[in-house]
Protein backbone atom coordinates (compact mmCIF):
# COMPACT_ATOMS: atom_id res chain seq x y z
CA UNK A 1 0.00 0.00 0.00
CA UNK A 2 2.91 2.38 0.89
CA UNK A 3 4.06 1.92 -2.66
CA UNK A 4 1.27 2.98 -3.98
CA UNK A 5 1.69 6.04 -2.01
CA UNK A 6 4.71 6.87 -2.87
CA UNK A 7 4.40 6.38 -6.49
CA UNK A 8 0.81 8.96 -5.78
CA UNK A 9 2.90 11.39 -4.19
CA UNK A 10 5.75 11.74 -6.88
CA UNK A 11 2.49 11.86 -9.50
CA UNK A 12 1.22 14.75 -7.67
CA UNK A 13 4.08 16.62 -7.03
CA UNK A 14 5.97 15.67 -10.33
CA UNK A 15 2.99 16.66 -12.07
CA UNK A 16 2.97 20.17 -10.21
CA UNK A 17 6.50 21.08 -11.31
CA UNK A 18 6.47 19.68 -14.58
CA UNK A 19 2.52 21.80 -15.62
CA UNK A 20 4.23 24.55 -14.00
CA UNK A 21 6.23 24.83 -17.55
CA UNK A 22 7.92 27.89 -17.30
CA UNK A 23 10.99 27.31 -14.96
CA UNK A 24 11.99 24.85 -13.00
CA UNK A 25 9.50 21.96 -15.26
CA UNK A 26 13.05 19.75 -14.77
CA UNK A 27 12.84 19.67 -11.30
CA UNK A 28 10.74 16.74 -12.17
CA UNK A 29 13.18 14.49 -12.51
CA UNK A 30 14.43 15.31 -9.36
CA UNK A 31 11.31 14.52 -7.34
CA UNK A 32 11.19 11.13 -9.59
CA UNK A 33 14.50 10.08 -8.47
CA UNK A 34 13.67 10.81 -5.03
CA UNK A 35 10.27 8.80 -5.41
CA UNK A 36 12.49 5.82 -7.06
CA UNK A 37 15.20 6.19 -3.50
CA UNK A 38 11.61 6.25 -1.39
CA UNK A 39 10.45 3.13 -2.91
CA UNK A 40 14.11 1.39 -2.93
CA UNK A 41 14.16 2.34 0.61
CA UNK A 42 10.55 1.22 1.36
CA UNK A 43 11.27 -2.12 -0.38
CA UNK A 44 14.27 -2.75 1.63
CA UNK A 45 13.19 -1.39 5.05
CA UNK A 46 15.45 0.81 5.65
CA UNK A 47 15.14 2.29 9.29
CA UNK A 48 13.93 6.43 9.04
CA UNK A 49 13.31 5.77 5.14
CA UNK A 50 9.65 7.03 6.13
CA UNK A 51 10.61 9.70 7.93
CA UNK A 52 13.52 11.34 5.21
CA UNK A 53 11.07 10.36 2.45
CA UNK A 54 7.91 12.34 4.07
CA UNK A 55 11.01 15.33 4.95
CA UNK A 56 11.89 15.00 1.52
CA UNK A 57 8.66 15.45 -0.51
CA UNK A 58 6.91 18.06 2.05
CA UNK A 59 9.90 20.37 1.35
CA UNK A 60 9.76 19.79 -2.33
CA UNK A 61 6.18 20.36 -2.28
CA UNK A 62 7.49 23.84 -0.38
CA UNK A 63 9.19 24.76 -2.83
CA UNK A 64 7.55 24.53 -5.54
CA UNK A 65 5.12 26.31 -3.72
CA UNK A 66 7.80 28.75 -3.18
CA UNK A 67 8.57 28.68 -7.36
CA UNK A 68 4.80 29.66 -8.07
CA UNK A 69 4.06 26.08 -9.16
CA UNK A 70 0.15 24.91 -8.64
CA UNK A 71 -0.23 25.03 -4.93
CA UNK A 72 -3.51 22.46 -5.54
CA UNK A 73 -0.79 19.57 -6.52
CA UNK A 74 1.69 20.33 -3.88
CA UNK A 75 -1.20 20.23 -1.37
CA UNK A 76 -2.43 16.96 -2.91
CA UNK A 77 1.32 15.68 -3.20
CA UNK A 78 1.66 16.42 1.02
CA UNK A 79 -1.31 14.69 1.78
CA UNK A 80 -0.41 11.76 -0.06
CA UNK A 81 3.33 11.80 1.83
CA UNK A 82 1.70 12.26 5.21
CA UNK A 83 -0.77 9.27 4.23
CA UNK A 84 2.07 7.02 2.73
CA UNK A 85 4.45 7.83 6.24
CA UNK A 86 2.13 6.79 8.13
CA UNK A 87 0.81 3.54 6.67
CA UNK A 88 4.75 2.40 6.16
CA UNK A 89 5.07 3.30 10.17
CA UNK A 90 2.22 1.43 10.80
CA UNK A 91 2.90 -1.68 8.23
CA UNK A 92 6.26 -1.90 10.15
CA UNK A 93 5.09 -2.35 13.48
CA UNK A 94 2.69 -4.78 12.37
CA UNK A 95 5.02 -6.42 10.96
CA UNK A 96 7.65 -6.17 14.08
CA UNK A 97 4.61 -7.82 16.22
CA UNK A 98 4.97 -11.67 17.19
CA UNK A 99 1.57 -11.71 17.04
CA UNK A 100 -1.74 -9.73 16.26
CA UNK A 101 -4.89 -9.74 17.92
CA UNK A 102 -8.16 -8.52 15.78
CA UNK A 103 -6.18 -7.40 12.90
CA UNK A 104 -8.92 -6.93 10.62
CA UNK A 105 -10.18 -4.51 13.44
CA UNK A 106 -6.58 -2.51 14.04
CA UNK A 107 -6.28 -2.28 10.47
CA UNK A 108 -10.00 -1.33 9.32
CA UNK A 109 -9.90 1.22 12.34
CA UNK A 110 -6.79 2.92 11.41
CA UNK A 111 -7.90 3.07 7.85
CA UNK A 112 -10.89 4.77 8.43
CA UNK A 113 -9.42 7.06 10.91
CA UNK A 114 -6.60 7.90 8.38
CA UNK A 115 -8.76 8.63 5.38
CA UNK A 116 -11.15 10.58 7.40
CA UNK A 117 -8.29 12.90 8.85
CA UNK A 118 -6.31 13.23 5.00
CA UNK A 119 -10.00 14.16 3.78
CA UNK A 120 -10.42 16.66 5.78
CA UNK A 121 -6.87 18.02 5.76
CA UNK A 122 -7.21 17.81 2.07
CA UNK A 123 -10.70 19.59 2.13
CA UNK A 124 -9.33 22.54 4.69
CA UNK A 125 -6.13 22.72 2.66
CA UNK A 126 -8.06 23.16 -0.44
CA UNK A 127 -10.12 25.96 0.99
CA UNK A 128 -7.15 27.66 2.39
CA UNK A 129 -6.38 27.92 -0.89
CA UNK A 130 -9.26 29.52 -2.52
CA UNK A 131 -9.38 32.12 0.52
CA UNK A 132 -7.43 35.21 0.71
CA UNK A 133 -7.70 37.31 3.27
CA UNK A 134 -5.33 41.01 3.00
CA UNK A 135 -3.94 41.21 6.21
CA UNK A 136 -1.16 43.99 7.24
CA UNK A 137 2.65 42.58 7.63
CA UNK A 138 2.00 43.28 11.45
CA UNK A 139 -1.65 41.50 11.29
CA UNK A 140 0.52 38.25 9.68
CA UNK A 141 3.61 38.83 11.94
CA UNK A 142 0.91 38.67 14.94
CA UNK A 143 -1.12 35.42 13.57
CA UNK A 144 2.15 33.71 13.16
CA UNK A 145 3.56 34.27 16.61
CA UNK A 146 0.51 33.19 18.09
CA UNK A 147 0.73 30.08 16.14
CA UNK A 148 3.72 29.63 16.85
CA UNK A 149 3.30 30.33 20.18
CA UNK A 150 0.13 28.19 20.53
CA UNK A 151 2.03 25.09 18.89
CA UNK A 152 4.57 25.48 21.11
CA UNK A 153 2.30 25.21 24.48
CA UNK A 154 0.67 22.07 22.60
CA UNK A 155 4.45 20.26 22.73
CA UNK A 156 5.63 21.32 25.95
CA UNK A 157 2.91 19.98 27.80
CA UNK A 158 2.60 17.32 25.89
CA UNK A 159 6.49 16.59 27.00
CA UNK A 160 6.13 17.52 30.64
CA UNK A 161 3.04 15.33 30.72
CA UNK A 162 4.97 12.40 28.96
CA UNK A 163 8.28 13.08 31.81
CA UNK B 1 4.72 12.01 22.70
CA UNK B 2 6.68 10.11 20.46
CA UNK B 3 9.36 11.28 17.81
CA UNK B 4 6.57 11.20 14.92
CA UNK B 5 4.81 13.95 16.85
CA UNK B 6 8.11 16.20 17.16
CA UNK B 7 8.59 15.41 13.29
CA UNK B 8 4.91 16.77 12.62
CA UNK B 9 5.67 19.87 14.90
CA UNK B 10 8.69 20.69 12.91
CA UNK B 11 7.40 20.83 9.47
CA UNK B 12 4.36 22.80 11.08
CA UNK B 13 7.14 25.49 12.29
CA UNK B 14 8.46 25.19 9.31
CA UNK B 15 5.12 25.90 6.99
CA UNK B 16 5.11 28.72 9.12
CA UNK B 17 8.24 30.28 8.74
CA UNK B 18 7.93 30.11 4.82
CA UNK B 19 4.17 31.65 5.02
CA UNK B 20 5.53 34.41 7.28
CA UNK B 21 8.56 34.94 5.78
CA UNK B 22 7.67 35.04 2.15
CA UNK B 23 4.10 36.02 3.07
CA UNK B 24 2.99 33.55 0.90
CA UNK B 25 -0.37 31.99 2.20
CA UNK B 26 -0.26 28.61 0.15
CA UNK B 27 2.72 27.43 2.76
CA UNK B 28 -0.32 27.93 5.57
CA UNK B 29 -2.32 25.83 3.50
CA UNK B 30 0.15 23.26 2.87
CA UNK B 31 0.17 23.29 7.03
CA UNK B 32 -3.39 22.70 7.22
CA UNK B 33 -3.38 18.51 6.77
CA UNK B 34 -0.67 18.50 8.82
CA UNK B 35 -2.64 20.10 11.42
CA UNK B 36 -5.62 17.95 11.04
CA UNK B 37 -3.39 14.87 11.35
CA UNK B 38 -1.88 16.07 14.20
CA UNK B 39 -5.39 17.50 16.02
CA UNK B 40 -6.58 14.06 15.12
CA UNK B 41 -4.21 12.49 16.82
CA UNK B 42 -4.56 14.77 19.78
CA UNK B 43 -8.34 13.87 19.95
CA UNK B 44 -8.12 10.29 20.17
CA UNK B 45 -5.31 10.32 22.45
CA UNK B 46 -5.56 7.25 25.06
CA UNK B 47 -6.01 7.65 28.56
CA UNK B 48 -3.70 6.24 31.01
CA UNK B 49 -4.53 2.27 30.66
CA UNK B 50 -5.68 0.84 34.28
CA UNK B 51 -4.65 -3.20 33.55
CA UNK B 52 -4.71 -6.21 35.80
CA UNK B 53 -1.94 -8.75 34.38
CA UNK B 54 -1.93 -12.50 35.51
CA UNK B 55 0.83 -14.94 34.91
CA UNK B 56 0.98 -18.95 34.96
CA UNK B 57 3.49 -21.36 34.04
CA UNK B 58 3.12 -24.76 33.48
CA UNK B 59 6.05 -25.76 35.26
CA UNK B 60 8.49 -24.63 37.73
CA UNK B 61 10.83 -27.41 37.22
CA UNK B 62 11.65 -28.52 33.94
CA UNK B 63 14.67 -30.60 32.76
CA UNK B 64 16.39 -29.24 29.56
CA UNK B 65 14.49 -30.87 26.62
CA UNK B 66 10.98 -30.01 28.18
CA UNK B 67 9.14 -26.82 27.00
CA UNK B 68 7.84 -24.78 29.53
CA UNK B 69 4.07 -22.91 28.44
CA UNK B 70 3.81 -19.51 29.86
CA UNK B 71 0.43 -17.89 29.70
CA UNK B 72 -0.42 -14.49 30.33
CA UNK B 73 -3.26 -13.16 30.54
CA UNK B 74 -4.24 -9.20 30.64
CA UNK B 75 -7.73 -7.44 31.81
CA UNK B 76 -8.66 -3.85 30.92
CA UNK B 77 -10.06 -2.33 33.66
CA UNK B 78 -10.35 1.10 32.02
CA UNK B 79 -11.49 2.23 28.70
CA UNK B 80 -10.98 1.20 25.84
CA UNK B 81 -7.51 1.07 24.06
CA UNK B 82 -7.55 1.62 20.04
CA UNK B 83 -3.77 -0.04 20.08
CA UNK B 84 -2.34 -2.01 22.71
CA UNK B 85 0.68 -3.48 22.14
CA UNK B 86 2.04 -6.36 25.15
CA UNK B 87 5.85 -6.89 25.61
CA UNK B 88 6.58 -9.92 27.86
CA UNK B 89 10.53 -9.33 28.91
CA UNK B 90 12.00 -12.99 27.90
CA UNK B 91 15.42 -13.95 29.20
CA UNK B 92 17.64 -13.76 26.32
CA UNK B 93 19.32 -17.19 27.38
CA UNK B 94 15.59 -18.63 27.21
CA UNK B 95 14.45 -19.90 23.41
CA UNK B 96 10.82 -19.16 22.03
CA UNK B 97 9.99 -22.75 20.47
CA UNK B 98 6.28 -21.84 19.88
CA UNK B 99 3.56 -18.68 20.10
CA UNK B 100 4.70 -15.14 20.42
CA UNK B 101 5.57 -13.20 23.44
CA UNK B 102 3.99 -10.41 22.77
CA UNK B 103 0.88 -9.09 20.79
CA UNK B 104 -0.68 -6.22 19.42
CA UNK B 105 -4.61 -5.71 20.02
CA UNK B 106 -7.33 -3.31 20.86
CA UNK B 107 -8.89 -4.14 23.91
CA UNK B 108 -12.32 -2.93 24.95
CA UNK B 109 -13.33 -1.84 28.40
CA UNK B 110 -13.66 -4.85 30.23
CA UNK B 111 -12.21 -7.36 28.02
CA UNK B 112 -9.29 -9.83 28.66
CA UNK B 113 -6.82 -10.70 25.94
CA UNK B 114 -4.17 -14.20 26.43
CA UNK B 115 -1.17 -14.73 25.38
CA UNK B 116 0.96 -18.55 25.18
CA UNK B 117 3.80 -19.31 24.26
CA UNK B 118 6.30 -21.85 24.89
CA UNK B 119 10.47 -21.68 25.95
CA UNK B 120 12.98 -24.24 26.41
CA UNK B 121 16.10 -23.00 28.25
CA UNK B 122 19.57 -24.48 29.19
CA UNK B 123 20.30 -25.15 32.95
CA UNK B 124 19.65 -22.33 34.97
CA UNK B 125 16.93 -20.14 36.84
CA UNK B 126 14.27 -18.14 34.85
CA UNK B 127 12.61 -15.35 36.42
CA UNK B 128 9.65 -13.07 34.90
CA UNK B 129 8.92 -9.67 36.15
CA UNK B 130 6.85 -7.67 34.41
CA UNK B 131 4.88 -7.21 31.22
CA UNK B 132 5.23 -4.33 29.24
CA UNK B 133 1.80 -2.64 27.93
CA UNK B 134 2.19 0.52 25.26
CA UNK B 135 -0.50 2.21 24.55
CA UNK B 136 -1.25 4.50 21.64
CA UNK B 137 -3.45 6.25 19.23
CA UNK B 138 -4.06 5.05 15.80
CA UNK B 139 -1.76 7.08 14.34
CA UNK B 140 1.11 6.26 16.90
CA UNK B 141 1.94 10.03 18.05
CA UNK B 142 0.77 9.54 21.56
CA UNK B 143 1.89 6.55 23.49
CA UNK B 144 2.09 5.80 27.29
CA UNK B 145 3.94 2.95 28.58
CA UNK B 146 3.43 0.81 31.79
CA UNK B 147 5.16 -2.22 33.16
CA UNK B 148 2.79 -4.49 34.51
CA UNK B 149 4.12 -6.84 37.45
CA UNK B 150 3.57 -10.59 36.85
CA UNK B 151 6.40 -12.40 38.81
CA UNK B 152 7.14 -15.88 38.00
CA UNK B 153 10.09 -18.39 37.89
CA UNK B 154 11.30 -21.29 36.72
CA UNK B 155 14.29 -23.73 37.37
CA UNK B 156 15.58 -25.80 34.54
CA UNK B 157 17.62 -28.18 36.47
CA UNK B 158 20.22 -30.49 35.44
CA UNK B 159 20.16 -33.91 33.10
CA UNK B 160 19.79 -36.47 35.74
CA UNK B 161 21.89 -39.55 35.23
CA UNK B 162 20.70 -43.17 37.33
CA UNK B 163 23.74 -44.64 38.88
CA UNK B 164 22.98 -48.11 40.09
CA UNK B 165 25.40 -47.65 43.17
CA UNK B 166 28.32 -45.35 44.21
CA UNK B 167 30.13 -47.07 46.56
CA UNK B 168 32.09 -45.09 49.58
CA UNK B 169 33.46 -45.76 53.09
CA UNK B 170 33.99 -43.05 55.09
CA UNK B 171 35.55 -44.07 58.79
CA UNK B 172 32.96 -41.93 60.48
CA UNK B 173 29.20 -43.09 59.93
CA UNK B 174 25.90 -42.06 61.55
CA UNK B 175 23.42 -43.29 63.84
CA UNK B 176 20.87 -44.13 61.85
CA UNK B 177 20.70 -46.93 59.50
CA UNK B 178 21.86 -47.03 55.45
CA UNK B 179 23.82 -48.83 52.85
CA UNK B 180 27.73 -48.08 54.05
CA UNK B 181 29.58 -50.87 55.98
CA UNK B 182 30.07 -49.07 59.43
CA UNK B 183 32.81 -51.37 60.84
CA UNK B 184 31.15 -52.41 63.79
CA UNK B 185 29.28 -55.80 64.38
CA UNK B 186 25.48 -55.90 64.81
CA UNK B 187 22.24 -56.79 62.86
CA UNK B 188 23.13 -56.40 59.68
CA UNK B 189 23.74 -58.69 55.93
CA UNK B 190 27.44 -59.53 55.56
CA UNK B 191 29.04 -61.57 58.03
CA UNK B 192 31.44 -59.23 60.35
CA UNK B 193 32.49 -62.33 63.06
CA UNK B 194 31.82 -64.11 66.26
CA UNK B 195 31.11 -63.19 69.15
CA UNK B 196 29.36 -64.65 72.71
CA UNK B 197 26.09 -65.43 73.27
CA UNK B 198 24.00 -62.58 75.08
CA UNK B 199 20.84 -63.15 76.09
CA UNK B 200 18.24 -61.62 73.54
CA UNK B 201 20.47 -62.73 70.35
CA UNK B 202 18.27 -65.17 67.83
CA UNK B 203 18.75 -68.14 67.85
CA UNK B 204 19.44 -68.46 64.50
CA UNK B 205 22.54 -66.48 65.02
CA UNK B 206 23.97 -69.13 66.73
CA UNK B 207 27.32 -70.57 65.27
CA UNK B 208 26.60 -74.20 65.80
CA UNK B 209 30.42 -75.08 64.48
CA UNK B 210 32.22 -72.96 66.75
CA UNK B 211 30.10 -73.74 69.52
CA UNK B 212 30.67 -76.94 69.08
CA UNK B 213 34.54 -76.72 69.82
CA UNK B 214 34.03 -75.24 72.65
CA UNK B 215 30.53 -76.79 74.49
CA UNK B 216 30.65 -74.61 77.85
CA UNK B 217 29.90 -71.22 75.77
CA UNK B 218 27.91 -70.69 73.31
CA UNK B 219 28.85 -67.92 70.08
CA UNK B 220 26.86 -66.14 67.40
CA UNK B 221 27.54 -65.03 64.34
CA UNK B 222 27.88 -60.97 64.22
CA UNK B 223 27.24 -59.30 61.21
CA UNK B 224 28.24 -55.88 59.96
CA UNK B 225 26.07 -52.64 60.16
CA UNK B 226 24.84 -50.75 57.58
CA UNK B 227 24.30 -47.24 58.40
CA UNK B 228 23.98 -44.30 56.48
CA UNK B 229 26.68 -41.32 55.99
CA UNK B 230 27.57 -37.77 56.15
CA UNK B 231 28.81 -36.78 52.30
CA UNK B 232 30.03 -33.66 50.53
CA UNK B 233 29.78 -33.16 47.37
CA UNK B 234 32.20 -30.36 46.05
CA UNK B 235 31.86 -28.67 42.51
CA UNK B 236 35.02 -26.85 40.99
CA UNK B 237 32.96 -23.98 39.78
CA UNK B 238 36.37 -21.64 38.84
CA UNK B 239 36.50 -20.25 35.91
CA UNK B 240 40.41 -21.31 35.60
CA UNK B 241 39.60 -24.97 35.88
CA UNK B 242 36.95 -24.65 33.03
CA UNK B 243 37.05 -25.44 29.30
CA UNK B 244 35.32 -23.92 26.88
CA UNK B 245 35.00 -25.85 23.71
CA UNK B 246 32.58 -23.61 21.00
CA UNK B 247 29.19 -23.02 23.15
CA UNK B 248 30.16 -26.46 25.31
CA UNK B 249 31.37 -26.39 28.39
CA UNK B 250 33.03 -28.49 30.42
CA UNK B 251 31.72 -27.21 33.28
CA UNK B 252 28.47 -28.54 32.66
CA UNK B 253 29.04 -32.34 33.06
CA UNK B 254 30.85 -31.56 36.55
CA UNK B 255 27.06 -30.36 37.15
CA UNK B 256 25.97 -33.53 35.40
CA UNK B 257 28.08 -36.01 37.51
CA UNK B 258 27.10 -33.79 41.17
CA UNK B 259 23.70 -34.12 40.03
CA UNK B 260 23.63 -38.13 40.11
CA UNK B 261 26.05 -38.35 42.30
CA UNK B 262 23.59 -36.57 44.97
CA UNK B 263 21.06 -38.14 44.00
CA UNK B 264 22.57 -41.93 44.46
CA UNK B 265 23.84 -40.72 47.57
CA UNK B 266 20.53 -39.64 49.12
CA UNK B 267 18.50 -42.51 47.69
CA UNK B 268 21.08 -44.45 49.98
CA UNK B 269 19.67 -42.64 52.85
CA UNK B 270 22.93 -40.74 53.17
CA UNK B 271 22.78 -37.14 54.76
CA UNK B 272 24.78 -35.15 51.72
CA UNK B 273 25.47 -31.40 51.37
CA UNK B 274 26.86 -29.74 48.42
CA UNK B 275 29.06 -27.04 48.11
CA UNK B 276 29.93 -24.75 44.85
CA UNK B 277 33.16 -23.25 45.08
CA UNK B 278 34.17 -20.76 42.57
CA UNK B 279 33.80 -16.93 42.97
CA UNK B 280 32.40 -17.33 46.31
CA UNK B 281 31.05 -20.11 48.32
CA UNK B 282 28.04 -21.41 47.57
CA UNK B 283 26.62 -23.86 50.13
CA UNK B 284 23.56 -25.97 50.67
CA UNK B 285 23.60 -26.92 54.30
CA UNK B 286 23.54 -31.22 54.42
CA UNK B 287 20.06 -32.87 54.66
CA UNK B 288 18.50 -36.07 53.82
CA UNK B 289 15.98 -37.72 51.19
CA UNK B 290 13.78 -35.86 48.45
CA UNK B 291 13.59 -32.39 49.66
CA UNK B 292 17.60 -31.84 50.17
CA UNK B 293 17.91 -33.48 46.37
CA UNK B 294 15.42 -30.89 45.48
CA UNK B 295 17.65 -28.57 47.58
CA UNK B 296 20.77 -29.93 45.59
CA UNK B 297 19.25 -29.90 42.21
CA UNK B 298 17.90 -26.24 42.40
CA UNK B 299 21.33 -25.10 43.56
CA UNK B 300 22.75 -26.90 40.88
CA UNK B 301 20.27 -25.20 38.10
CA UNK B 302 21.87 -21.64 39.03
CA UNK B 303 25.26 -23.20 39.75
CA UNK B 304 27.69 -20.45 37.85
CA UNK B 305 31.86 -20.16 37.09
CA UNK B 306 33.47 -17.39 38.43
CA UNK B 307 37.02 -16.03 39.14
CA UNK B 308 37.41 -15.10 43.54
CA UNK B 309 40.87 -14.61 44.00
CA UNK B 310 40.61 -15.72 46.84
CA UNK B 311 39.61 -18.99 45.85
CA UNK B 312 42.12 -19.38 42.80
CA UNK B 313 43.29 -22.65 44.48
CA UNK B 314 41.55 -25.09 46.80
CA UNK B 315 43.72 -23.99 49.93
CA UNK B 316 40.75 -22.02 51.14
CA UNK B 317 38.01 -24.89 50.97
CA UNK B 318 35.70 -24.25 54.23
CA UNK B 319 36.57 -27.92 55.61
CA UNK B 320 35.02 -27.12 58.70
CA UNK B 321 31.75 -27.33 56.98
CA UNK B 322 32.14 -31.29 56.86
CA UNK B 323 32.30 -33.05 60.33
CA UNK B 324 35.43 -34.70 60.21
CA UNK B 325 35.88 -38.62 58.80
CA UNK B 326 33.15 -38.05 56.63
CA UNK B 327 33.26 -38.62 53.02
CA UNK B 328 33.97 -35.32 50.57
CA UNK B 329 33.34 -35.84 46.88
CA UNK B 330 35.46 -33.57 44.65
CA UNK B 331 33.97 -32.52 40.68
CA UNK B 332 36.81 -30.67 38.99
CA UNK B 333 38.81 -31.00 36.18
CA UNK B 334 41.91 -30.46 38.62
CA UNK B 335 44.70 -27.94 38.10
CA UNK B 336 48.10 -28.40 38.75
CA UNK B 337 48.10 -27.05 42.35
CA UNK B 338 44.90 -28.95 43.50
CA UNK B 339 46.91 -32.04 44.96
CA UNK B 340 48.78 -30.67 47.36
CA UNK B 341 45.28 -29.31 49.26
CA UNK B 342 43.59 -32.75 48.56
CA UNK B 343 46.12 -34.72 50.06
CA UNK B 344 46.18 -32.53 53.09
CA UNK B 345 42.09 -33.45 53.73
CA UNK B 346 43.24 -37.13 53.32
CA UNK B 347 45.69 -35.97 55.81
CA UNK B 348 42.91 -34.68 58.30
CA UNK B 349 41.14 -37.79 58.22
CA UNK B 350 38.73 -37.29 55.08
CA UNK B 351 37.38 -39.88 52.39
CA UNK B 352 38.06 -38.25 49.38
CA UNK B 353 36.56 -39.27 46.21
CA UNK B 354 37.74 -36.80 42.97
CA UNK B 355 35.71 -37.76 40.28
CA UNK B 356 37.47 -35.81 37.12
CA UNK B 357 36.16 -34.46 34.14
CA UNK B 358 38.99 -34.80 31.51
CA UNK B 359 39.83 -31.56 30.01
CA UNK B 360 42.47 -33.04 27.46
CA UNK B 361 39.76 -35.20 25.57
CA UNK B 362 37.33 -32.48 25.55
CA UNK B 363 39.76 -29.78 24.45
CA UNK B 364 41.63 -32.59 22.16
CA UNK B 365 38.40 -33.07 19.46
CA UNK B 366 38.51 -29.25 18.42
CA UNK B 367 41.92 -29.45 17.63
CA UNK B 368 43.88 -30.61 14.34
CA UNK B 369 45.21 -34.11 14.00
CA UNK B 370 48.74 -33.08 13.32
CA UNK B 371 52.15 -34.61 15.06
CA UNK B 372 52.84 -30.89 17.65
CA UNK B 373 48.83 -31.72 18.44
CA UNK B 374 49.28 -35.33 19.38
CA UNK B 375 52.68 -34.44 21.51
CA UNK B 376 50.60 -31.48 23.00
CA UNK B 377 48.31 -33.83 24.07
CA UNK B 378 50.83 -36.99 25.54
CA UNK B 379 52.22 -34.54 27.33
CA UNK B 380 49.29 -32.87 29.06
CA UNK B 381 48.20 -36.38 29.54
CA UNK B 382 51.50 -37.30 31.02
CA UNK B 383 51.36 -34.48 33.57
CA UNK B 384 47.66 -35.41 34.27
CA UNK B 385 48.34 -39.21 34.65
CA UNK B 386 51.25 -37.51 37.13
CA UNK B 387 49.10 -36.00 39.17
CA UNK B 388 46.69 -39.13 40.16
CA UNK B 389 49.55 -40.85 40.91
CA UNK B 390 50.81 -38.78 43.47
CA UNK B 391 46.56 -38.58 44.48
CA UNK B 392 46.55 -42.46 44.62
CA UNK B 393 49.10 -42.80 46.51
CA UNK B 394 48.25 -40.73 49.05
CA UNK B 395 44.71 -42.94 49.34
CA UNK B 396 43.06 -40.67 47.30
CA UNK B 397 40.07 -42.34 44.92
CA UNK B 398 40.32 -40.22 41.47
CA UNK B 399 38.09 -41.46 38.63
CA UNK B 400 38.90 -39.84 35.60
CA UNK B 401 35.65 -39.32 32.81
CA UNK B 402 36.35 -38.82 29.40
CA UNK B 403 33.59 -36.87 29.02
CA UNK B 404 32.78 -38.69 25.46
CA UNK B 405 31.63 -41.43 27.35
CA UNK B 406 28.29 -41.08 29.81
CA UNK B 407 28.68 -40.77 33.47
CA UNK B 408 27.17 -43.58 34.25
CA UNK B 409 29.17 -45.72 32.34
CA UNK B 410 32.24 -44.63 34.11
CA UNK B 411 30.76 -44.52 37.18
CA UNK B 412 29.35 -48.04 36.66
CA UNK B 413 33.13 -49.05 36.15
CA UNK B 414 34.92 -46.94 38.85
CA UNK B 415 32.69 -46.54 41.50
CA UNK B 416 30.34 -49.83 42.30
CA UNK B 417 32.65 -51.46 44.68
CA UNK B 418 35.97 -50.03 46.57
CA UNK B 419 39.15 -50.35 45.68
CA UNK B 420 40.92 -51.90 48.29
CA UNK B 421 42.33 -49.05 50.79
CA UNK B 422 43.77 -49.05 54.36
CA UNK B 423 42.77 -46.89 57.32
Redesign the interface.
Known amino acids: MSRIGIIATTLFIGLGYVLGFERYWQMGFVVAGAGLLWLIGERKGRTGGP?VG??TF?AL??LG??WGKP?IW??FG??AA?VTW?VS??SR??AL??????ET??RR??WQ??A???G???L???L??GV?IPIS?GG??GL?LV??VS?SW??GS??R??N | MTNKFMLLSLIIYAFLAAGLITRNGAFLALAVPVIVYLGAALLFAPAAPQLRVSRTLSHDRATPEQPVTVTVTVTNDGASLPELMLVDAVSPTLHIIEGAAGLLTTLDSGESVEFIYQVLGKRGLYRFSAVSATVSDQFGLFSSQVDLSAPAQFFVLPELVKLRRAAIRPRRVGLYSGQISARQGGPGVEFFGVREYQPGDPVRWINSRATARYPQTLFVNEFEQERMVDVGIVVDARRQSDVQVGSESLFEYSIQAAAALAETFLGGGNRVGLLLYGRSINWTFPGYGKVQQERIMRSLAQAEQGVGEVFERLEHLPTWLFPLHSQIVLISPLLPGDAEELIKLRARGYRVLVISPNPIDFERQTLPDNNQVTLAVRIAQAERDLLFRKLRHAQIRVVDWPVALPFYQVAHTALSRLPWQRG
Do not use: P, Q, S, W
Open positions: ELVVAAVYAMLTVLDLFRLTGRIENDLVHRLATALGLLGGALAFAVGAVLVVFRKG
